[in-house]
């Protein structure tokens, strides 16, 4: 059974930082994409970050070079290091795992931790 295990979320204050981690288990195949994805109140879900097996990168476009996603292939974990953080990047963030590769054959998703920026 797959289980991503989000943690990191929390409160912090405009310009801090904050890093998530996600831990998947019970994935078998190691040609997929792990990434994060954002959902505030009242909008839809979008891309923050994700990352292939082979180390290719994609951000959101309001990402503008604040953020950092990483990942460990032998741990089946995926990371993301927030810098310069602003009320608009306030949502909850969910840990996915897709593949083969961008197919979503399989695409699993975390519960979500919040992250709640303060101006």
């Known amino acids: 059974q797959v289980r991503l295990v989000e943690s990191g979320g929390g409160l912090v204050q405009a310009g801090e930082s904050l890093r998530l981690s996600c831990a998947a288990s019970?994935?078998?195949?190691?040609?997929?994409?792990m990434g994060w994805y954002r959902q505030a109140p009242g909008k839809q879900r979008e891309l923050v970050a994700d990352?292939?097996?082979?180390?290719?990168?994609r951000y959101g476009s309001f990402v503008k070079g604040r953020f950092t996603i990483s990942r460990d292939n032998a741990k089946n974990t995926v990371s993301l290091q927030m810098n310069s953080l602003q009320p608009e990047d306030t949502a909850v963030y969910y840990c996915?795992?897709?593949?083969?590769?961008?197919?979503?054959?399989?695409?699993?998703w975390g519960q979500g931790t919040q992250v709640t920026v303060s101006s």
């Open positions: 990352t292939t097996s082979g180390g290719s990168t």
């Open positions: 996915n795992v897709q593949g083969p590769s961008y197919t979503r054959l399989y695409d699993y």
């Open positions: 019970g994935i078998s195949f190691s040609a997929n994409v």
